[in-house]
């Protein structure tokens, strides 16, 4: 009755039921990571944002390179730093949003009292207002900024690039690297986001860049679609399999027609 399930056909069945199986249990188990790594980022971040401000020199070394774990544990903390503004350096990041609206963030370079550069993300400014960033200056003489740190962003698989080569305007991230050799001294291997200056800045814009919305995401949903998924081809087996049987029991019981 049962010799049938090990025919070719129903032993590739079988196989690719399991593998299906196999492989939709696997990527339910990678959501589950997913979401332990979220939440332990989702942690991090908001005890790095909740921290005290220091200084900047205490958390980021002179030698740092952009790749070392230390900076990856700092990002995100409030910290301090004091030097002037250079206007002449200053360069926008292109194709961001803040408030559901299109625009850009302004990032002026301060001259630090060892003569680094760190790279100070003003704010945002709205698509419709981008003409008005050359009418928005930053504070002029020594000024004392309390921004949260960042580390140097790279391109990932897809996104735009920018030009390899030459002095920017416009670009699409803050890549400490790739921008240091337009600037006019070594640069400190983090930016930070502005939160507040002493002198304060001079308008309303730029617009004070919002502390990350922290979520868990889709990964949950994700785990349980991923079971459920697993479990109806399980489930189709068994139907397809019982329903063979059923049809070969039928098939056994009828009596072939008279003639």
Not at 27 to 43: C, G, I, S, T, V
Request: proline share 8%.
């Amino acid at each position: 009755m049962y010799r049938f399930l090990l025919r070719p056909k129903w032993l590739l069945f079988h196989f690719l039921v399991l593998a299906g199986v196999v492989v939709m249990v696997n990527l339910a188990f990678w959501q589950l990571r997913r979401l332990d790594e979220r939440k332990d980022f989702n942690a991090h971040v908001s005890a790095n944002i909740d921290a005290a401000p220091v200084g900047l020199a205490d958390l980021v070394a002179i030698d740092a390179e952009p790749g070392d774990p230390a900076l990856f544990d700092a990002e995100w903390r409030p910290v301090t730093a004091s030097g002037e503004y250079l206007v002449d350096e200053q360069f926008v990041v292109v194709n961001r949003s803040q408030n559901g609206i299109a625009g850009l963030i302004v990032v002026t370079p301060l001259r630090l009292a060892d003569d680094r550069i760190l790279l100070v993300e003003r704010g945002f400014v709205p698509l419709s207002e981008e003409d008005a960033i050359a009418s928005l200056p930053p504070p002029e003489g020594e000024v004392e900024v309390l921004g949260r740190l960042r580390r140097s962003q790279q391109r990932e698989s897809v996104g735009l690039a920018d030009p390899g080569e030459g002095d920017l305007a416009q670009v699409q991230r803050i890549d400490i690297p790739r921008l240091s050799a337009q600037l006019p001294g070594d640069p400190v291997p983090m930016y930070v986001e502005l939160i507040a200056s002493d002198p304060q800045e001079r308008a309303a814009l730029p617009d004070p860049l919002h502390e990350p919305t922290l979520s868990e995401g889709s990964h949950l949903s994700y785990t349980v679609q991923w079971f459920i998924f697993s479990l109806c081809a399980v489930v189709g087996w068994v139907f397809a399999v019982r329903r063979s049987i059923a049809t070969r029991r039928a098939e056994e019981i009828t009596p072939p027609d008279a003639t």
